[in-house]
């Protein structure tokens, strides 16, 4: 399986950015997608996640702004993000797993990783 993200960039506080993750492989309906960031200096985040089904989970800091949805026939995963903070400036990655999991907080137990997106937050 094989995950490229893109759509980041430079946006002002307050604005919105779209990211996008294509999904290559041999990947089944029991996928679960996710979203994770590393700001400078700090930890790999979750952000929010997607299991097969359709149900979706946020990081609180990020709960009612940003949106992950997954287009399955065009393989892709999008991560809307509105109301963009200073705080929200990070490189974001775009992961997967063949299940779901009761860790998807954690970075450790997804199995697939894009490369990572730049996003920058002007204040």
């Known amino acids: 399986v094989q995950l490229q993200a893109s759509g980041g960039g430079l946006v002002q506080a307050g604005g919105s950015l779209r990211l996008s993750c294509s999904v290559s492989g041999r990947t089944d309906s029991n996928f679960a997608m996710g979203w994770f960031r590393q700001a400078p200096g700090k930890e790999r985040e979750f952000v929010a996640a997607?299991?097969?089904?359709?149900?979706?989970y946020y990081a609180d800091s990020v709960k009612g702004r940003f949106t992950i949805s997954r287009d399955r026939e065009r393989n892709m995963v999008y991560l809307q993000m509105n109301s963009l903070k200073p705080e929200d400036m990070a490189v974001y990655y775009c992961?997967?797993?063949?299940?779901?999991?009761?860790?998807?907080?954690?970075?450790?137990?997804?199995?697939?990783w894009g490369q990572g997106t730049q996003v920058t937050v002007s204040s």
């Open positions: 997607r299991r097969s089904g359709g149900s979706t």
């Open positions: 992961a997967a797993r063949g299940s779901w999991t009761t860790a998807w907080r954690t970075d450790s137990q997804w199995h697939y």
